[in-house]
């Protein structure tokens, strides 16, 4: 009977080594999909019931989590309210996760695959995992100027770093609190997210990176630059009538107020200083469709891929245009769209001496032990003019502060290089009033774009110079006085 | 110079001791990481359990050493882990659901050990169960067709398993298993002549003859009875396979074997169409994660799907005693203890338990190729490798790679009677392990002086 018997033994053995398969199949192989399955709700208490790492700006926890005494033993808690609310998104058990808080969960949970090392020691040392840390490269002082100066105005600022790339405010209004939607009580989180949902100006969506905009007189930059880069100077006269009949069509184009530029022609510099619609239009004729399609393109137009980490809606510039809609298009009008984050990218561009850095808001990844699990190195995006065109537009956009339509964002003992933009939106609706700026301008070390929709507090008779200059000129004197 | 050696037999008693200090370590420290693992403090009973758990190990291992002081030594250290690091879990779950499971459990594991210690001091000589072969089949019948009985029979979640006998509820069908391998192997040790006879062969396969059949056709009605009429898929399919691996360590043929294995599936086959129970088990493995089975309010998959949540919460490592959550499965501290132990214990836990089981059942298969008697090769073959595939029918149930049946892990998952039907099996493989590896009296070397090796002798020049 001892053949039988080893037989059997050996089938036992199988019959072992096929159980250990197959918890090996449930364990590892279908793990990944059996935890994202959205009916396992441990799911939510493992992620809900570890220490989730902060994020921070400058040094505070502008997002944290606290422990509480309810079954997810952690409350995410935002200190600074709706401050932070186009940074960090929300983190809620109803309603999921947006902003910082989703797109760098796998790192705030302690999960990601650049903390394995840190996992594995937490395994030896039995500590319980942490998730971690990540910095933003926001400057407080710029996100509240940016955060005070919009109000209960809707709109965006976006501040950048030219050199590095590094965004220094980035705030959308209206924003939402996101302590309404982290509570844990689902019903309280869900009627939060349906009120936050169905509010004017739809606070939950970032206007600085996933609305795009009429960038109006703030794109006649990129007209400009394409000029300069077709061999135009500063100097170059340019026709600039009061009214502007477009070929094959019936519209016209007009100066600002039905007013004059100052003469049949004007230089570059002063059509750009005095935001002279005319003469950009004809200007934009002059250079085709194709050659400011290039030069928006060179500026990051038209990429529908750019992260920082949070994902950017692309800005547009059609192409294929005729004539006339070309030269709607020089003037910021037409189908030209693009969101703030992109103007901002154009006034770093230009600041940098023609090259646009990449912009980013995460500086360090710093794991729960305070080591650095990965540092952000500014890279270059894009070059977009030469270092002379740069500088030549440069000097046309100091025209613009010292003595053109952006003269509100002056700033004492520093140069500022600015420029107005005023798109008319729908036919009846206020304008959107657009400013954007560097400073200083010598050695630039903040660019801003600010967007304030449909007019702000001043309605129908806002320009982008007296509503949108004055918030840049304090996100501006922010980080400068830093 | 080649001369067979006489070899000392180690009985490995001290062995055993030495397994036994790591077996109580192992569930005393589990004991104690679950309430590190819950409430960062070291339970205020550890001090109580580890004395009480140790008492009892000690208890039994003395009985051995009077008893059966040839005993195979590392069954009982197996044994007392697996029972501790169930208890652990049981204890964990309890602190989590406010139940308390764990005390009882305890309780049972007492009064098990007890009996396993009496089985060994009252049976001296497992040959004395062959004459109580067909004593043994009647006692089987009836604990299998128990819970059918109107008073003492229950109906506990669908299954007529349990009965309750003066406020203790007891599935018969654990304790049926060892009347039948006894019966087994009694009426095999005295049949195989016959059943091992020529029939006809068939396509190179010997099939026994018709008349032959009529005891696997009766085992076989029987199993079916259990699943139609107690709708128990596991015991059916438990007793089922005892009787055709006993079957074949009698015979030798293997077309017992495919026999058994066709009417088995034929059987199952039939039923799964025929009763709507049986099928929904089916419908709910199939098609565990589809949407229709999970939210079915009973017979679906929630349970499975759950189970299975778990384990892939515990990963390669596990969350830890005391870390996951394995409470959210229904019956996580019975029928799905693997699972929650699979989610604390990680595949590195789940692997070590499952080894530990091999290791005890493959210790049982030696006993049986070791000792003489062909009534003790088929008892203690049997009863390893019903253990064996009761782990198997369990764990590949909570896996998902068979239909979910209502079988208990031996020895981890809490339930009296499956505690004391394992603990029984256990004292019983002990005894015939020691038999198996007794050093035989009348083969001295000094009365064997040419090629007599005794079997528990092992030879080799020096």
């Known amino acids: 009977m001892n053949t039988p018997l080893r037989r059997l033994a050996s089938m036992v053995l199988v019959m072992f080594l096929v159980l250990i398969g197959s918890a090996t199949s449930v364990q590892v192989f279908q793990a990944n999909r059996l935890n994202n399955d959205p009916r396992n709700v441990r799911t939510l ?61 796998d790192v705030l949970t302690g999960r990601g695959d650049q903390l394995f090392f840190s996992r594995v020691r937490d395994l030896l040392t039995g500590r319980s995992p942490e998730g971690a840390a990540v910095e933003t490269t926001i400057l407080p002082a710029a996100q509240q100027a940016a955060r005070d100066g919009l109000g209960d105005q809707q709109g965006a600022v976006v501040a950048i ?188 561009g230009i600041a940098n001496g023609g090259v646009v850095m990449r912009p980013y808001l995460v500086a360090t990844v710093r794991a729960a032990d305070l080591s650095v699990v990965s540092q952000a190195s500014p890279q270059q995006y894009s070059v977009a003019m030469t270092p002379a065109n740069a500088a030549a537009l440069r000097d046309m956009m100091l025209g613009v502060v010292q003595s053109g339509t952006g003269k509100a964002a002056q700033i004492p003992g520093v140069q500022v290089a600015g420029k107005t933009g005023t798109a008319q939106t729908t036919q009846g609706a206020a304008p959107n009033a657009w400013f954007t700026a560097f400073a200083p301008a010598d050695a630039p070390r903040v660019a801003v774009a600010v967007l304030v929709e449909h007019g702000g507090s001043m309605g129908n008779d806002a320009t982008g110079g007296q509503v949108a200059a004055p918030i840049a000129k304090a996100v501006m004197e922010a980080v400068l006085a830093q | 110079m080649a001369t067979v050696q006489p070899v000392r037999v180690r009985a490995g008693r001290g062995v055993e001791l030495g397994l036994l200090a790591l077996a109580l370590a192992l569930g005393v420290a589990a004991y104690a990481l679950v309430g590190l693992g819950t409430s960062d403090r070291v339970p205020a ?51 989590a659901e406010g139940s308390t499971f764990a005390n009882r459990q305890l309780v049972w594991t007492a009064i098990s050990m007890v009996l396993a210690a009496g089985t060994l001091i009252a049976l001296r000589d497992h040959r004395t169960l062959r004459r109580y072969t067909y004593t043994a089949m009647v006692v089987a019948l009836v604990l299998i067709a128990s819970p059918l009985l109107p008073v003492v029979g229950q109906t506990i979640n669908g299954a007529q398993i349990w009965v309750r006998v003066g406020g203790v509820g007891l599935q018969p069908a654990e304790l049926a ?145 005391g870390q996951g959550r394995p409470d959210i499965v229904p019956y996580a501290e019975s029928d799905f203890i693997i699972s929650s132990l699979g989610e604390e214990l990680g595949l590195t836990g789940l692997v070590a338990l499952l080894l530990l089981y091999a290791i005890l059942t493959e210790r049982g298969m030696r006993t049986a190729i070791g000792v003489r008697d062909g009534f003790g090769k088929l008892l203690a073959g049997g009863l390893a490798f019903v253990m064996a595939f009761q782990v198997f029918v369990v764990v590949g149930g909570v896996t998902r790679l068979i239909p979910l049946t209502g079988l208990t892990t031996p020895f981890l998952a809490y339930g009296g009677s499956s505690l004391l039907a394992n603990w029984v099996i256990v004292a019983l493989l002990l005894r015939i392990s020691d038999d198996a590896r007794r050093p035989a009296p009348a083969l001295r070397p000094a009365l064997t002086p040419a090629g007599g090796t005794p079997v528990v002798v092992s030879g080799g020049a020096p």
């Open chain 1, 45 to 105: 208490y493992r992620e809900f019931g570890s220490a989730r790492g902060p994020i921070v700006a400058a040094g505070t926890a502008v997002a944290s989590s606290v422990p509480s005494d309810d079954p997810f033993r952690y409350q995410r808690s935002y200190a600074a309210g709706d401050l932070y609310s186009a940074v960090t998104g929300f983190y809620s058990i109803a309603n999921g996760a947006s902003g910082l808080e989703s797109v760098e969960n």
């Open chain 2, 45 to 95: 009973g550890v001090l109580g359990y580890g004395l009480g758990m140790t008492g009892l190990a000690l208890a039994m291992h003395a009985v051995v050493r009077w008893r059966a002081p040839f005993a195979d030594p590392v069954i009982l250290p197996i044994v007392v882990a697996l029972n501790g690091i169930g208890l652990a879990m049981i204890y964990r779950l309890d602190l």
């Open chain 2, 177 to 321: 298993k060892i009347a039948l391998a006894v019966f087994f192997a009694g009426y095999l040790v005295t049949n195989r002549d016959t059943l091992t006879l020529a029939g006809p062969r068939v396509l190179g396969v010997a099939l026994p003859r018709l008349r032959d059949l009529g005891p696997i056709l009766v085992v076989w009605g029987a199993s079916l009875a259990v699943l139609v009429l107690q709708r128990d898929l596991g015991t059916s399919l438990l007793l089922f396979g005892l009787f055709v691996a006993m079957l074949y360590l009698a015979t030798e043929r293997i077309s017992w074997v495919l026999i058994g294995a066709t009417l088995f599936g034929a059987g199952a086959t039939l039923a799964a169409v025929t009763f709507p129970h049986v099928g929904a088990r089916f419908d709910g493995w199939l098609n565990a994660l589809s949407a229709t089975q999970y939210d079915k309010p009973h017979g679906g998959s929630y349970q499975l799907v759950q189970g299975l949540f778990g384990l892939a919460n515990g990963g390669l490592f596990g969350t830890g005693w």
């Open chain 1, 161 to 348: 770093d030219p050199s590095t790339g590094a965004i220094l405010a980035l705030v959308s209004t209206p924003g939402f609190d996101p302590n309404q939607l982290a509570v844990h009580d689902s019903a309280a989180a869900g009627a939060a997210y349906t009120a936050l949902a169905a509010a004017p100006g739809n606070p939950l969506r970032s206007n600085a990176t996933r609305e795009r905009y009429a960038p109006g007189s703030t794109f006649k930059l990129i007209t400009a630059a394409a000029a300069l880069s077709a061999g135009y100077t500063t100097a170059t006269p340019l026709s600039s009538p009061r009214e502007l009949a477009l070929p094959g069509s019936t519209a016209t184009i007009q100066n600002f107020g039905g007013e004059s530029c100052g003469g049949d022609t004007v230089s570059l510099a002063d059509a750009l200083r005095i935001s002279c619609n005319t003469a950009f239009a004809q200007l934009g004729m002059d250079l085709g469709n194709d050659a400011i399609a290039a030069q928006a393109a060179a500026f990051g137009f038209g990429d529908d891929s750019l992260t920082i980490p949070l994902a950017v809606v692309e800005s547009v510039v059609p192409t294929g245009l005729d004539a006339a809609q070309t030269a709607q298009s020089a003037i910021g009008q037409r189908d030209v769209q693009a969101t703030p984050l992109q103007m901002a990218m154009v006034a770093a």
